[in-house]
Each structure stands twice: as structure tokens, then as C-alpha cells.
């Protein structure tokens, strides 16, 4: 069974400063990895999709990377402002007999301090 | 997104009445899930779909039934609601290699 685990659980870190964010997972064996955003009260917002063949992807201040063969998946958000706080998921995504499935981390709650 | 809708957005039901939530998507995609949101849980999956009639459990699947009768809509029913299902559920859709995407949520209020 796939085990998906995000570290920290919860993130405070003054406007301006780079952070990571950390994704592991327990079977390498995927597909591809997608990072969401959710504010509260809210729905999930895609972030970046990377796809296992590919190490990096970048969207603006946001770089995600992925090291299959560790399972590990890393967020890296630059010059962070307060409209960044938000709780950050990531979904390994499986595909088994042409059948995909996602399994969620719990999060990280990130606070940008003003 | 407007691509997936949920409904209804909010709902309080009675403990013993069934109810059903509704997906619709409008991008045809194959798979459709449906996760409820708990605090301390995280998202977890419910049932998912991988075609019209094609459907199967997930992880916490007991007490709930899904049907797919068209690709673009996807139904989930409590037959029986009670406290415990109280939660936030999402529906989601798309495919692995160009991304998923998630409905705005139903937060079902079990009384």
C-alpha cells in the first residue's frame, strides 16, 4: 500500500525567505506526482504536475523535483509572500493494469508571516 | 475550475436518510474519484470510476455507492447517512499525464 508522508506538518517563515517543502513516499513505482495548493474553506488547486521521467518542474516562484528511486518529491517556493499561505498537498499518482489511483500526504500548512 | 461541479455545495441531512452528492465533468476524461476530507485524515478515497459503468472501491469505502451511467457524471449516495460520514467531499477528475483536478467540495453535515 502506498504511504504518502509530508514534513513539516505545519510551516511559519517571514515574507521574503526561499523554503522546501517535503514529500515521501514508500513504493517508487509511479506514474507522476502532482503538487495542489488548498485554501481554507476550499477547493484543491493544481500546482505542478511532474512526471516521472522528469526531475524538475517549474511554474513562476515554484520549482518541484523528483528523486523516484528515493521517493521523495521536494516543493521549493521563492521570495514567499503572505498570499502563499495555504496548506500544500501532494498526490502520488499510480497506474496499475491502465487503472490510475492518487494517493494524498496529509500537508503542510504554510504561514507567511507578514 | 470550470471544467468539474459539485452538488450541491453545502447540505444537512438527517441521521438514516440516504443522499447523493453529484459530479459532473465536461473534458470526457476516463477516471473520476470521489474523496471525503477530515481533520487528521487528510483526502481519502472513497470509490473511483474508470469508465461508464466501471467503478470500484477505495480505502474507505463502507456505507457509500457510486454510480457512472455517462462519462461526465459520477453519483455518490450515503444509503443510509449517519454522524461519522459528516466531512468535506471532494470529486476530482483529469488523467496522470496532464494532471488532476478537483470540484470545489460538499461539506454534508450529518445530524
Known amino acids: 500500500k502506498q504511504e504518502v508522508t509530508q514534513i513539516p506538518a505545519a510551516l511559519s517563515v517571514p515574507e521574503g525567505e526561499n523554503l522546501v517543502l517535503n514529500c515521501s513516499f514508500t513504493?517508487?513505482?509511479?506514474?507522476?506526482l502532482q503538487w495542489f495548493r488548498q485554501d481554507p474553506g476550499k477547493g484543491l488547486t493544481s500546482l505542478l504536475l511532474?512526471?516521472?521521467?522528469?526531475r524538475e518542474q517549474t511554474s513562476g516562484r515554484l520549482n518541484a523535483s523528483l528523486d523516484k528511486s528515493s521517493g521523495r518529491s521536494t516543493l521549493y517556493i521563492a521570495a514567499s509572500q503572505p498570499g502563499d499561505s495555504a496548506t500544500y498537498l501532494c498526490?502520488?499518482?499510480?497506474?496499475?493494469?491502465?487503472?490510475?489511483?492518487?494517493?494524498f500526504g496529509t500537508g503542510t500548512r504554510l504561514t507567511i508571516i507578514p | 475550475d470550470a471544467g468539474i461541479t459539485q452538488s450541491p455545495r453545502h447540505k444537512v441531512t438527517e441521521t438514516g436518510t440516504p443522499v447523493t452528492l453529484r459530479c459532473h465533468q465536461t473534458?470526457?476524461?476516463?477516471?473520476m474519484y470521489w474523496y471525503r476530507q477530515d481533520p487528521g485524515h487528510g483526502l481519502r478515497l472513497i470509490h473511483y470510476?474508470?469508465?461508464?459503468?466501471?467503478?470500484d472501491k477505495g480505502e474507505v469505502s463502507d456505507g457509500y455507492s457510486v454510480s457512472r451511467s455517462k462519462t461526465e457524471d459520477f453519483l455518490l449516495t450515503l444509503e443510509s447517512a449517519t454522524s461519522s460520514q459528516t466531512s468535506v467531499y471532494f470529486c476530482?477528475?483529469?488523467?496522470?499525464?496532464?494532471?488532476?483536478?478537483f470540484g470545489s467540495g460538499t461539506r454534508l453535515t450529518v445530524v
Open positions: 498526490a502520488v499518482i499510480k497506474n496499475t493494469l491502465g487503472n490510475e489511483k492518487l494517493t
Open positions: 513504493d517508487s513505482a509511479i506514474y507522476n
Open positions: 511532474i512526471q516521472s521521467s522528469q
Open positions: 473534458e470526457n476524461h476516463r477516471y
Open positions: 470510476s474508470y469508465g461508464v459503468k466501471d467503478t
Open positions: 476530482a477528475t483529469g488523467s496522470g499525464t496532464y494532471g488532476y483536478t
